[in-house]
Protein backbone atom coordinates (compact mmCIF):
# COMPACT_ATOMS: atom_id res chain seq x y z
CA UNK A 1 0.00 0.00 0.00
CA UNK A 2 1.26 3.54 -0.85
CA UNK A 3 2.32 5.56 2.25
CA UNK A 4 0.66 8.51 2.42
CA UNK A 5 3.07 11.83 1.53
CA UNK A 6 2.64 15.18 3.39
CA UNK A 7 0.81 16.82 -0.12
CA UNK A 8 -2.11 14.43 0.67
CA UNK A 9 -2.19 15.29 4.49
CA UNK A 10 -2.19 18.42 3.97
CA UNK A 11 -4.78 18.41 1.37
CA UNK A 12 -7.10 16.20 3.63
CA UNK A 13 -6.47 18.68 6.40
CA UNK A 14 -7.89 21.61 4.07
CA UNK A 15 -10.96 19.52 3.07
CA UNK A 16 -11.56 19.41 6.49
CA UNK A 17 -11.04 23.07 7.59
CA UNK A 18 -12.47 24.82 4.32
CA UNK A 19 -15.74 24.66 5.08
CA UNK A 20 -15.90 24.44 8.92
CA UNK A 21 -14.15 28.21 8.23
CA UNK A 22 -16.64 29.34 6.24
CA UNK A 23 -19.34 27.77 7.62
CA UNK A 24 -18.65 28.65 11.12
CA UNK A 25 -16.78 31.93 10.89
CA UNK A 26 -20.06 33.75 8.52
CA UNK A 27 -22.53 31.98 10.92
CA UNK A 28 -20.85 33.64 13.99
CA UNK A 29 -19.42 37.20 12.49
CA UNK A 30 -23.17 37.42 10.02
CA UNK A 31 -24.82 36.77 13.80
CA UNK A 32 -23.16 39.46 16.15
CA UNK A 33 -23.20 42.15 13.52
CA UNK A 34 -25.84 44.67 13.95
CA UNK A 35 -27.56 45.66 11.15
CA UNK A 36 -26.88 41.96 9.32
CA UNK A 37 -29.39 40.35 8.65
CA UNK A 38 -28.28 36.14 7.73
CA UNK A 39 -31.87 36.05 5.79
CA UNK A 40 -31.57 39.03 3.60
CA UNK A 41 -27.54 40.07 3.14
CA UNK A 42 -25.38 38.53 1.17
CA UNK A 43 -22.17 36.38 2.17
CA UNK A 44 -20.09 39.42 0.77
CA UNK A 45 -21.61 42.05 2.84
CA UNK A 46 -19.35 40.79 5.61
CA UNK A 47 -16.79 42.35 4.38
CA UNK A 48 -18.13 46.00 4.56
CA UNK A 49 -18.26 47.92 7.81
CA UNK A 50 -16.38 48.38 10.70
CA UNK A 51 -15.59 44.23 10.54
CA UNK A 52 -14.90 44.15 7.01
CA UNK A 53 -11.21 42.78 7.52
CA UNK A 54 -12.66 39.98 8.66
CA UNK A 55 -14.97 38.72 6.41
CA UNK A 56 -12.24 39.51 4.23
CA UNK A 57 -9.52 37.09 5.63
CA UNK A 58 -12.14 34.66 5.47
CA UNK A 59 -12.75 34.44 1.66
CA UNK A 60 -8.95 34.68 1.10
CA UNK A 61 -8.60 31.95 3.62
CA UNK A 62 -11.18 29.65 2.28
CA UNK A 63 -10.13 30.23 -1.10
CA UNK A 64 -6.76 29.08 0.08
CA UNK A 65 -7.70 26.04 1.59
CA UNK A 66 -9.31 25.03 -1.36
CA UNK A 67 -7.03 25.64 -3.58
CA UNK A 68 -4.66 23.25 -1.57
CA UNK A 69 -7.67 20.52 -2.42
CA UNK A 70 -7.30 21.27 -5.92
CA UNK A 71 -3.29 20.41 -5.72
CA UNK A 72 -3.88 17.61 -3.46
CA UNK A 73 -6.42 16.64 -6.34
CA UNK A 74 -3.99 16.67 -8.79
CA UNK A 75 -1.12 15.00 -7.44
CA UNK A 76 -3.25 11.85 -6.62
CA UNK A 77 -4.73 11.90 -9.87
CA UNK A 78 -1.03 11.88 -11.50
CA UNK A 79 -0.28 9.08 -9.29
CA UNK A 80 -2.95 6.94 -10.02
CA UNK A 81 -2.25 7.60 -14.01
CA UNK A 82 -5.47 9.53 -14.97
CA UNK A 83 -5.73 11.79 -17.74
CA UNK A 84 -5.60 15.40 -16.91
CA UNK A 85 -8.54 16.14 -19.35
CA UNK A 86 -11.59 17.15 -17.69
CA UNK A 87 -10.08 16.82 -14.33
CA UNK A 88 -11.93 17.51 -10.85
CA UNK A 89 -8.60 19.29 -9.82
CA UNK A 90 -9.04 22.25 -12.58
CA UNK A 91 -12.90 23.20 -10.99
CA UNK A 92 -11.78 23.22 -7.11
CA UNK A 93 -8.59 25.25 -8.45
CA UNK A 94 -10.88 27.97 -10.26
CA UNK A 95 -13.60 27.60 -6.86
CA UNK A 96 -10.57 28.77 -4.47
CA UNK A 97 -9.36 31.18 -7.39
CA UNK A 98 -12.41 33.02 -7.66
CA UNK A 99 -13.21 32.87 -3.74
CA UNK A 100 -10.06 34.76 -3.18
CA UNK A 101 -11.02 37.45 -6.17
CA UNK A 102 -14.44 38.12 -4.85
CA UNK A 103 -11.91 39.18 -1.57
CA UNK A 104 -10.04 41.38 -3.47
CA UNK A 105 -12.39 43.27 -5.08
CA UNK A 106 -14.79 43.85 -2.61
CA UNK A 107 -18.87 44.13 -2.86
CA UNK A 108 -20.52 47.45 -3.19
CA UNK A 109 -23.10 48.00 -0.45
CA UNK A 110 -26.57 47.59 -0.59
CA UNK A 111 -29.94 46.13 0.64
CA UNK A 112 -29.48 49.08 3.43
CA UNK A 113 -25.66 47.33 4.68
CA UNK A 114 -24.03 48.64 5.63
CA UNK A 115 -26.26 50.74 7.79
CA UNK A 116 -26.81 54.55 6.65
CA UNK A 117 -24.70 53.83 3.80
CA UNK A 118 -25.67 54.86 0.03
CA UNK A 119 -26.62 51.88 -2.46
CA UNK A 120 -23.66 52.56 -5.44
CA UNK A 121 -22.24 50.62 -8.12
CA UNK A 122 -18.52 50.74 -8.80
CA UNK A 123 -16.15 48.93 -11.04
CA UNK A 124 -14.80 46.83 -8.19
CA UNK A 125 -18.40 45.37 -7.24
CA UNK A 126 -18.65 44.36 -10.86
CA UNK A 127 -15.76 42.49 -10.39
CA UNK A 128 -17.07 41.05 -7.25
CA UNK A 129 -20.44 39.89 -8.93
CA UNK A 130 -18.73 38.11 -11.67
CA UNK A 131 -16.45 36.45 -9.38
CA UNK A 132 -19.44 35.49 -7.22
CA UNK A 133 -20.86 33.66 -10.79
CA UNK A 134 -17.36 32.05 -11.08
CA UNK A 135 -17.49 30.59 -7.91
CA UNK A 136 -21.05 29.01 -8.12
CA UNK A 137 -20.49 27.85 -11.27
CA UNK A 138 -17.04 26.03 -10.38
CA UNK A 139 -18.84 24.17 -6.89
CA UNK A 140 -21.71 23.31 -9.46
CA UNK A 141 -19.24 21.68 -12.07
CA UNK A 142 -17.06 20.05 -9.08
CA UNK A 143 -20.34 18.35 -6.80
CA UNK A 144 -21.07 16.90 -10.29
CA UNK A 145 -17.52 15.51 -11.20
CA UNK A 146 -16.86 14.52 -7.43
CA UNK A 147 -19.81 12.40 -7.43
CA UNK A 148 -18.64 10.06 -10.41
CA UNK A 149 -14.95 10.42 -9.22
CA UNK A 150 -16.47 9.07 -5.92
CA UNK A 151 -18.33 6.27 -8.02
CA UNK A 152 -15.50 4.95 -10.32
CA UNK A 153 -13.63 4.32 -7.10
CA UNK A 154 -16.36 2.58 -5.72
CA UNK A 155 -16.38 0.33 -8.97
CA UNK A 156 -12.94 -0.29 -8.13
CA UNK A 157 -13.42 -1.21 -4.93
CA UNK A 158 -15.77 -3.80 -5.99
CA UNK A 159 -13.85 -5.21 -8.71
CA UNK A 160 -10.49 -5.94 -5.99
CA UNK A 161 -13.52 -7.35 -3.55
CA UNK A 162 -14.43 -9.71 -6.63
CA UNK A 163 -10.87 -10.88 -7.20
CA UNK A 164 -10.24 -11.30 -4.03
CA UNK A 165 -13.30 -13.80 -3.22
CA UNK A 166 -12.47 -15.51 -6.62
CA UNK A 167 -8.72 -15.92 -5.52
CA UNK A 168 -10.35 -17.51 -2.17
CA UNK A 169 -12.91 -19.68 -3.22
CA UNK A 170 -10.85 -21.31 -6.93
CA UNK A 171 -13.04 -19.65 -9.36
CA UNK A 172 -12.87 -19.63 -12.57
CA UNK A 173 -12.77 -16.54 -14.71
CA UNK A 174 -15.11 -17.51 -17.19
CA UNK A 175 -18.35 -19.71 -14.79
CA UNK A 176 -21.79 -18.53 -15.34
CA UNK A 177 -21.44 -17.61 -12.07
CA UNK A 178 -19.35 -14.56 -12.69
CA UNK A 179 -21.06 -14.35 -15.86
CA UNK A 180 -24.27 -13.51 -13.97
CA UNK A 181 -22.87 -11.14 -11.34
CA UNK A 182 -21.62 -9.13 -14.16
CA UNK A 183 -24.76 -8.78 -16.00
CA UNK A 184 -26.46 -8.25 -12.61
CA UNK A 185 -24.02 -5.88 -11.86
CA UNK A 186 -25.31 -2.55 -11.94
CA UNK A 187 -28.43 -3.21 -10.66
CA UNK A 188 -26.58 -4.56 -7.57
CA UNK A 189 -24.03 -1.72 -7.66
CA UNK A 190 -26.08 1.39 -8.25
CA UNK A 191 -24.04 4.78 -9.01
CA UNK A 192 -25.20 6.15 -5.45
CA UNK A 193 -22.40 8.78 -5.49
CA UNK A 194 -22.85 10.15 -9.21
CA UNK A 195 -26.64 10.54 -8.10
CA UNK A 196 -25.91 12.52 -5.13
CA UNK A 197 -23.48 14.69 -7.00
CA UNK A 198 -25.47 15.62 -9.40
CA UNK A 199 -28.21 16.70 -6.91
CA UNK A 200 -26.03 18.84 -5.13
CA UNK A 201 -25.11 20.43 -8.37
CA UNK A 202 -28.67 21.26 -9.25
CA UNK A 203 -29.32 22.28 -5.67
CA UNK A 204 -26.33 24.92 -5.69
CA UNK A 205 -27.60 26.39 -8.76
CA UNK A 206 -31.03 26.00 -8.35
CA UNK A 207 -30.56 27.99 -4.79
CA UNK A 208 -28.15 30.85 -6.19
CA UNK A 209 -31.17 31.11 -9.44
CA UNK A 210 -33.10 31.61 -6.53
CA UNK A 211 -30.98 33.95 -4.22
CA UNK A 212 -30.01 36.49 -7.65
CA UNK A 213 -34.11 36.31 -8.29
CA UNK A 214 -35.23 37.41 -4.56
CA UNK A 215 -32.61 39.84 -4.31
CA UNK A 216 -33.51 41.44 -7.60
CA UNK A 217 -37.21 42.24 -6.80
CA UNK A 218 -35.64 43.31 -3.00
CA UNK A 219 -33.31 46.02 -4.76
CA UNK A 220 -36.18 47.10 -7.49
CA UNK A 221 -38.68 47.43 -3.91
CA UNK A 222 -40.89 44.82 -4.81
CA UNK A 223 -40.40 42.38 -1.97
CA UNK A 224 -38.12 44.38 0.52
CA UNK A 225 -36.40 42.08 2.82
CA UNK A 226 -36.67 38.66 0.35
CA UNK A 227 -34.66 36.08 2.03
CA UNK A 228 -32.19 36.21 -1.12
CA UNK A 229 -29.06 35.70 1.28
CA UNK A 230 -30.77 32.65 2.92
CA UNK A 231 -30.71 31.05 -0.73
CA UNK A 232 -27.46 32.11 -1.20
CA UNK A 233 -26.12 30.49 1.86
CA UNK A 234 -28.03 26.85 0.95
CA UNK A 235 -25.90 27.13 -2.77
CA UNK A 236 -22.82 28.07 -0.67
CA UNK A 237 -22.68 25.78 2.04
CA UNK A 238 -24.09 22.77 0.38
CA UNK A 239 -20.87 22.96 -2.79
CA UNK A 240 -18.35 23.57 -0.36
CA UNK A 241 -20.03 21.25 2.12
CA UNK A 242 -19.82 18.93 -0.55
CA UNK A 243 -16.68 19.59 -1.87
CA UNK A 244 -15.20 18.97 1.82
CA UNK A 245 -16.82 15.44 2.13
CA UNK A 246 -15.92 14.12 -1.34
CA UNK A 247 -12.23 15.57 -1.17
CA UNK A 248 -11.45 14.05 1.71
CA UNK A 249 -13.13 11.00 0.62
CA UNK A 250 -11.28 10.71 -3.09
CA UNK A 251 -7.91 11.20 -1.06
CA UNK A 252 -8.16 8.91 1.72
CA UNK A 253 -8.30 6.28 -1.11
CA UNK A 254 -5.48 4.83 -2.26
CA UNK A 255 -5.00 2.20 -4.79
CA UNK A 256 -3.69 -1.18 -4.23
CA UNK A 257 -1.95 -3.38 -6.67
CA UNK A 258 -4.14 -6.32 -8.59
CA UNK A 259 -3.36 -9.63 -7.44
CA UNK A 260 -2.51 -11.92 -9.63
CA UNK A 261 -4.50 -15.10 -9.94
CA UNK A 262 -3.61 -18.72 -9.87
CA UNK A 263 -3.70 -19.88 -13.95
CA UNK A 264 -1.60 -16.39 -14.33
CA UNK A 265 1.24 -17.25 -11.05
CA UNK A 266 0.75 -21.00 -12.58
CA UNK A 267 1.68 -19.67 -16.18
CA UNK A 268 4.96 -17.40 -14.84
CA UNK A 269 6.27 -20.59 -13.18
CA UNK A 270 6.18 -22.55 -16.25
CA UNK A 271 7.62 -19.85 -18.72
CA UNK A 272 11.33 -20.72 -17.68
CA UNK A 273 11.05 -24.16 -18.16
CA UNK A 274 9.76 -24.00 -21.55
CA UNK A 275 12.22 -20.77 -22.68
CA UNK A 276 14.67 -23.73 -21.21
CA UNK A 277 13.43 -26.38 -23.67
CA UNK A 278 13.19 -24.19 -26.52
CA UNK A 279 17.11 -22.83 -25.63
CA UNK A 280 18.21 -26.48 -25.48
CA UNK A 281 15.87 -27.64 -28.99
CA UNK A 282 17.94 -24.67 -30.72
CA UNK A 283 21.65 -25.33 -29.18
CA UNK A 284 20.78 -29.25 -30.71
CA UNK A 285 19.15 -28.16 -33.88
CA UNK A 286 22.49 -25.73 -34.44
CA UNK A 287 25.19 -28.26 -33.59
CA UNK A 288 23.65 -30.49 -36.29
CA UNK A 289 23.37 -27.89 -38.72
CA UNK A 290 27.14 -26.59 -37.79
CA UNK A 291 28.22 -30.21 -38.18
CA UNK A 292 26.06 -30.82 -41.23
CA UNK A 293 27.91 -27.22 -42.75
CA UNK A 294 31.08 -28.86 -41.78
CA UNK A 295 30.95 -32.24 -43.91
CA UNK A 296 29.12 -30.45 -46.75
CA UNK A 297 32.51 -27.81 -46.44
CA UNK A 298 34.74 -30.72 -47.58
CA UNK A 299 36.16 -30.34 -51.12
CA UNK A 300 38.86 -31.70 -53.33
CA UNK A 301 40.11 -27.94 -53.25
CA UNK A 302 40.69 -28.08 -49.95
CA UNK A 303 42.08 -31.58 -49.59
CA UNK A 304 40.17 -31.80 -46.58
CA UNK A 305 39.68 -35.68 -45.46
CA UNK A 306 36.00 -37.03 -45.06
CA UNK A 307 34.88 -38.77 -41.74
CA UNK A 308 36.07 -42.02 -41.29
CA UNK A 309 32.11 -42.40 -41.77
CA UNK A 310 32.04 -41.41 -45.09
CA UNK A 311 35.24 -43.71 -46.03
CA UNK A 312 33.95 -46.72 -44.28
CA UNK A 313 30.36 -46.50 -46.04
CA UNK A 314 30.70 -44.76 -49.35
CA UNK A 315 26.67 -44.44 -49.00
CA UNK A 316 26.98 -42.47 -46.37
CA UNK A 317 29.17 -39.67 -47.63
CA UNK A 318 28.03 -36.45 -48.81
CA UNK A 319 27.57 -35.69 -52.22
CA UNK A 320 30.58 -33.94 -52.56
CA UNK A 321 32.35 -36.19 -51.49
CA UNK A 322 30.93 -39.14 -54.03
CA UNK A 323 33.10 -38.22 -56.81
CA UNK A 324 36.02 -38.95 -54.82
CA UNK A 325 35.68 -41.93 -53.00
CA UNK A 326 36.39 -45.42 -55.44
CA UNK A 327 33.30 -47.18 -57.08
CA UNK A 328 32.14 -50.60 -55.59
CA UNK A 329 33.38 -53.35 -57.35
CA UNK A 330 31.04 -55.21 -59.60
CA UNK A 331 29.46 -58.13 -57.98
CA UNK A 332 30.79 -61.61 -59.10
CA UNK A 333 28.72 -63.93 -61.11
CA UNK A 334 27.93 -67.35 -58.92
Known amino acids: MMPMNALTRTARAAAV ?36 WLGTVKLVAVGLLVVAIAIGLRGQARAAGATPRRATWRSVTLAGLALMAAAVFPIDPGLNYPPDAAAVQTWHGGLHDIAGLVVVAALAVTAWRLGRD ?11 A ?6 STGERADTPDRLAGEQAGPARDPAVWRHLGRGVATLVVTAFLTCATLVTLDHAGLTPGAPGGLFERIAVYAGIAW ?3 AAARLLAHR ?10 AASVDRQPRANGTADTAARNAGGDNRARRGQMSDSPVTGATPPAESRARPGGCTWRNRERLPAPPPARPE
Open 255 to 264: RRPQPASRHT
Open 243 to 245: LGV
Open 150 to 160: LDLIRAHRGQQ
Open 17 to 52: LAPTALIGVDLADGASRPGYQLTRHWISHLSLGDRG
Open 162 to 167: DITDKR
